[in-house]
């Protein structure tokens, strides 16, 4: 729905939106690739995919991982550049620019997983009813070269993008925080400049001599306490709009703080596993094996899950487009539905009244 919305509306190609399309492209990839041929091989006991698709699928999950690690860490410096430092920003983030930085993320990680379909073989083993089934994993010439992959993969894939998030939105927190106090303290210097306001005006009202003038003095002090009148609501506008900042300000904050929480508690669990079974390999495995081992990959598969709710339908401008392109899909099966509907209606007639009507239909 995501990849749909952000392709049909004109209006949300924004660069940090382009961000969010590969961002989407690449959790969809892992709903494809990863969550089947986990959860089928883990139901049946067997790999029955055969060793082209076992060395497929690891290929296209370890990019997908990659691409939406290396997506969450550009759309965080893409934020802090454009919350932070606004004015240096507008020289270089465009659309353009997030292409090539996009293409790099999806280049650098087909290049960084290539290890998977060299090392990823079919592995028979025989079950407890004498029948032959097969492993899909990872075989590595050496043990030291398992660990340094691992190390490898916690380093680029979890340490460093969680430090750059954890940098970035601190930044983006600490400068929204500053506008926070800064419409705060606004808020209350209007306060006390209205209610001096509205004592002067209660002076003026309660004088006898307000409108006691005749000609044009009289209309000048008539147009004097309509003044004050007109500030306020003024003030009131103003206030509206400052509160409605902060509200916006502190939700944002609580969205950057959700993102990386999220980030470290879906990734931790399975780069660390993932680097203790290469250091200690049998007592990683007889403490994990079963449930647990399935909780930590049902972890790292709610990223994926969560990453569309967080950075999407969390954005009220996103929610509205998306309500507004699938109202545009689904109006014309309203037509046709009141068409089918309507009594005395002919196939020619509601073929041509469809076609005008579906040609004629305008976004909102």
């Known amino acids: 729905m995501i990849i749909l919305v952000l392709i049909l509306n004109k209006r949300l190609r924004t660069v940090t939106n382009s961000f969010l ?147 970035a939105y601190g930044l983006i927190s600490r400068e929204l925080y500053r506008g926070i106090q800064f419409e705060m303290n606004q808020k209350r210097e209007n306060k006390a400049h209205s209610s001096n306001g509205a004592a002067g005006v209660q002076h003026c009202e309660d004088s006898d001599g307000c409108y006691l003038q005749v000609g044009k003095r009289r209309n000048t002090m008539e147009m004097a306490t309509l003044t004050p009148s007109t500030s306020a609501k003024l003030d009131r506008v103003r206030s509206n709009a400052s509160e409605s900042k902060l509200v916006a300000k502190k939700r944002v904050i609580r969205m950057l703080i959700v993102i990386v929480v999220m980030f470290f508690v879906c990734w931790m669990p399975v780069y660390t596993v993932n680097t203790w079974r290469a250091f200690d390999d049998l007592n990683a495995i007889r403490q994990l094996s079963g449930a647990p081992i399935s909780f930590i990959h049902l972890l790292s598969y709610t990223s994926s899950c969560v990453n569309p709710l967080v950075y999407c339908f969390m954005n009220k401008r996103f929610r509205k487009a998306f309500l507004s392109t699938f109202s545009r899909c689904l109006r014309p099966l309203r037509v046709f539905k009141d068409l089918e509907e309507e009594p005395g209606t002919t196939g020619t007639s509601m073929s041509k009244f469809s076609y005008t009507t579906v040609s004629t239909v305008g976004p909102p």
């Open 21 to 167: 399309l590969s961002l989407a492209l690449s959790d969809l990839m892992v709903a494809i690739f990863c969550m089947p041929f986990t959860l089928i091989p883990n139901l049946l006991g067997d790999f029955i995919f055969g060793q082209a698709m076992c060395k497929i699928t690891a290929y296209f999950m370890g990019i997908s991982v990659s691409v939406s690690t290396f997506s969450l860490v550009a759309i965080a410096i893409e934020r802090y550049s454009a919350i932070c430092n606004p004015l240096k920003s507008r020289a270089w983030q465009t659309r353009s620019h997030a292409y090539r930085v996009i293409a790099a993320t999806w280049l650098l990680s087909i290049f960084i997983m290539i290890p998977y379909p060299v090392y990823n073989l079919l592995h028979p083993f025989q079950r407890m009813d004498k029948s032959t089934a097969h492993n899909c994993r990872l075989t590595w010439p050496s043990k030291n070269v398992q660990q340094a992959w691992y190390v490898f993969l916690l380093s680029v894939l979890f340490f460093l993008p969680g430090v750059v998030m954890v940098v």
